[in-house]
Structures are given as C-alpha cells and as structure tokens.
C-alpha cells in the first residue's frame, strides 16, 4: 500500500515557466513532508522541507504547499531552469527517522 | 564538510552469498539510514542506527542486517543474495536534533550499486 503517491512520472516544462510536482499522501500521522531531487548515478539531493504546522515553505526559486485537508503536496519551481531537470521525490515522516518515499517524478526543462 | 561516502560503489555478486556494504556519515552526524532503490518499488526504507542501536526498521526479511561503530560509520549486511536484491544501496545521515524544523533533513551518499547474478 503506497502511502505517498506521485502520480505523475513524468513532466515538460519550457525553461523560464512555473514547474508544479504534486505529492499525495494517505498517512494521517505524517508530520513533515520533504521533497529531494536525483540526478542519475547520485544520491538524492535535499531541497526543501515543511512542517505539518505550515501551510507554505519558500527557498529561493523553490515553494512547497501543504494542504493537511487535502493530504496533497505540491513543489514550485519558479522560473524552472534546464539544471532543474531531475528526477523529484517526495517524501514524509511520521515522527521519525524513517521516510516514506514516493516513486518519483522525471521534470524535464526544456531550454 | 565532506559528504557522505558509500563503499564500494559497485559490486557484483551471485545468488547465495553474502555481501555487506559500507557508510560513513558525515562529520558530526549520528545517525545513520539505509534505503532500497529499485524501478519497480521505488525507495525504500530499510533501518536506522542511532549511537550504535537500531532505532527504526523497515518492512525487509532478516537477511538484511546492520549495524553502527561507535565512529558512527555503518555497515549494512546482507546474506544469501537473492536476485531481487539488485538495487541501489543508499544510505542517508542527519544530525538527528529535536529542536531545528529541518531535524529531519537527511543527507544521502552516492548508493552502492548491488548486482546478484
């Protein structure tokens, strides 16, 4: 059972434009929600985090938004850059250590 | 600060024997995670060592193992290879604090890609 879903594997995006990748999650004890970016043949990179007691986290380019409601999560990339291009992932933990991931989504920035 | 280092990166192995791979987290950081990457499932969380004890394990049969050195380096074990267990080895570090809103900001190594013929 697939407690944090990323249910696009895939997304364009014209280099300069908004990127939105979108996270849902089933888990109601999942209290902070992070998201990493992976380049092939390297770890995932942290890049931005929030808190179940936020509703919105910004870092430079980069946005998360939390609706605790919806159990969504959305990650915006403002303007998105041909570097950007990377595989995301979501994940979530409950409390401790141990992180949910989602499957992952392919964002492509096209110059 | 140097980063997380994994060893060896890759490796090539046959159904039935044993590997263990090796974690040093980064300078100052005490815990250490081990995750399963694979296509079709995706990462997966395997266990946590926090000064030396497991303090979280994940959903993994007993032939995967771990542990931690008082240095706060890990090792991660693995008997009786099976083909399923190609993947990408990955291990993660953190500070492991209580108070800071990124406490559970975790620092991946580059993964030790694992081939069971």
């Known amino acids: 059972d697939q407690q944090v879903k990323q249910n696009s594997p895939s997304l364009s995006v014209q280099e300069g434009r908004i990127s939105i990748l979108n996270c849902d999650y089933t888990n109601s004890m999942f209290d902070y929600f992070l998201w990493y970016k992976k380049y092939p043949a390297e770890g995932p990179t942290f890049l931005i985090s929030?808190?179940?007691?936020?509703d919105k986290n910004e870092d430079g380019r980069f946005t998360v938004f939390l609706n605790k409601s919806a159990k969504h999560l959305s990650l915006h990339i403002v303007p998105s850059q041909p570097g950007d291009s990377a595989v995301y992932f979501c994940?979530?933990?409950?409390?401790?250590?141990?992180?949910?991931f989602g499957k992952g989504t392919k964002l492509s920035v096209i110059p | 600060k140097a980063g997380v280092t994994q060893t060896p990166r890759y490796l090539i192995k046959t159904r039935g024997q044993q590997v263990t791979l090796s974690c040093s987290p980064i300078?100052?950081?005490?815990?250490v995670s081990w995750y399963q990457q694979t296509p079709g499932q995706g990462l997966q969380f395997l266990f946590e060592?926090?000064?030396?004890?497991?303090?979280n394990k994940g959903n993994f049969p007993g032939r995967f193992s771990g542990r931690q050195f008082s240095n706060s380096r890990s090792e991660m074990n693995v008997s009786t290879l099976e083909l399923g267990d190609s993947a990408l080895y990955l291990c993660a570090s953190s500070l492991r604090g209580t108070s800071s809103e990124r406490h559970n900001e975790q620092f991946f190594g580059p993964g030790t890609r694992l081939t069971v013929l």
């Open positions: 994940a979530a933990s409950a409390r401790s250590y141990q992180l949910t």
């Open positions: 060592y926090f000064s030396e004890t497991q303090r």
């Open positions: 300078s100052g950081h005490r815990s």
């Open positions: 929030i808190s179940s007691i936020k």
